[in-house]
């Protein structure tokens, strides 16, 4: 049979193919972005007293009613808005889910979608494989900052949809006041939609998360997109949640109820008790935080440029003075003769823009990130 691919210029992801490299070559793994210590035993110990308890059955689908109601009493202390937990909130199957289903929902054959590069990876093939055209706009050197005036000669009749990425991967920048300001000033006068990727709302350092959320008018039109696997370093639960308007919830909602229709039940539970105390929250900063410190101190000695990280725990390291490989090159040589896996940001281009930049993640135990950052300063 004759198969014409969807996506003929997609392979697999640069996470798998880098994480499979660090296991072949016995690497010190800091491409891929999941933790290495363990979660909270406490949250351990819910999910199995949850599963003791008999909640192994579907949940509804648009998640649990104390999840839900947890989630709204969250966001309420954060950013000031108490989102209806009934017409509002969708717990779904981690971050990307909620991503595709978004866009599966809201995005008709032939709109554009503004996306800013580097973008992470998933963004683009959701939108085409949902008849969309993205359009690639660049992150602004040395910084990765967003030109709002390029933004608006970007847009279009066309124009559905802008995705916004704050805090940001892959480079650590945070979307101040004023972006927020400026993003809702533009998707009001052009009618526009936004989808906000916060996953990583919780990790932020010197400043504090601007949520579109905090914002009336923005808020009115946005979906904002969360996830408990980056906020509770358990990301192979695969469990996030949506806050949209209602009238954006609806449709995403029954797109969700056909990609995975519910999602984990005890885990569910589990995260809704977790949530009511904040404690379990509010310091996740501080430990990322303390890690990025360790990382970047113990990278001080080294030929590497170390690149301002606000937000996430991915730090950027430019070999711009060791080396004139490409930024992939540069990665497998890394993996393979220093022992240390790193993601190349070129992957995150359209355009494949190559600036010798290289991510690593520094969500690991301290004895992990001084063991790479020893062999990256003998580089």
Same mark, same amino acid.
């Given at each position: ?37 363990? /979660?909270?035993? $406490? !949250?351990?110990? =819910? &999910? %199995?007293?949850?599963? #003791? ?5 579907? +949940? ?38 909620? /991503?595709?289903? $978004? !866009?599966?929902? =809201? &995005? %008709?054959?032939?709109? #554009? ?5 580097? +973008? ?260």
């Amino acid at each position: 049979m004759q198969l014409q691919s969807k996506l003929p210029d997609v392979g697999t992801t640069i996470f798998a193919v880098m994480s499979k490299m660090a296991t072949e070559h016995n690497a010190i793994n800091l491409s891929q972005g999941f933790p290495d210590f363990p /979660i909270s035993d $406490t !949250l351990i110990q =819910l &999910v %199995n007293k949850h599963m #003791e308890a008999g909640k192994n059955q579907y +949940a509804p689908m648009p998640g649990v009613p104390e999840l839900r109601s947890a989630i709204s009493k969250v966001i309420e202390d954060k950013y000031g808005y108490l989102p209806n937990p009934e017409t509002e909130i969708t717990v779904t199957a981690g971050a990307t889910e909620a /991503i595709y289903a $978004t !866009l599966a929902a =809201l &995005v %008709n054959e032939g709109d #554009e979608v503004i996306l800013f590069d580097p +973008a992470y990876d998933c963004y683009d093939p959701s939108i085409r494989l949902n008849g969309g055209v993205p359009v690639h706009l660049t992150l602004e050197q040395p910084d990765f900052s967003i030109n709002w005036n390029k933004v608006e000669d970007a847009i279009t009749d066309r124009t559905k949809v802008i995705m916004v990425n704050t805090p940001h991967n892959p480079s650590g920048a945070v979307l101040n006041h004023q972006d927020l300001k400026a993003l809702e000033e533009l998707a009001v006068k052009h009618d526009l939609i936004v989808i906000s990727d916060e996953v990583y709302e919780h990790i932020i350092f010197g400043h504090s998360h601007e949520s579109a959320l905090k914002y009336e008018s923005l808020r009115a039109r946005t979906v904002a997109i969360y996830s408990f696997g980056k906020t509770f370093h358990a990301t192979g639960w695969k469990s996030g949640y949506i806050i949209a308007p209602d009238y954006l919830t609806k449709e995403i909602r029954k797109v969700h109820q056909f990609l995975v229709f519910s999602v984990n039940t005890p885990v569910q539970y589990a995260l809704a008790e977790f949530l009511t105390d904040p404690e379990n929250y509010i310091h996740i900063s501080d430990m990322y935080e303390q890690k990025r410190n360790i990382f970047q101190g113990a990278l001080k000695d080294s030929r590497f440029e170390v690149i301002p990280c606000h937000g996430t725990y991915f730090q950027l390291l430019s070999y711009k003075g060791i080396s004139d490989l490409d930024d992939m090159s540069m990665a497998e040589k890394l993996t393979k003769e220093h022992k240390v896996a790193s993601i190349p940001i070129s992957v995150f281009y359209k355009n494949k823009q190559d600036d010798k930049l290289l991510r690593f993640c520094f969500a690991k135990n301290e004895e992990t990130l001084l063991k790479a950052a020893d062999i990256l300063c003998k580089i």
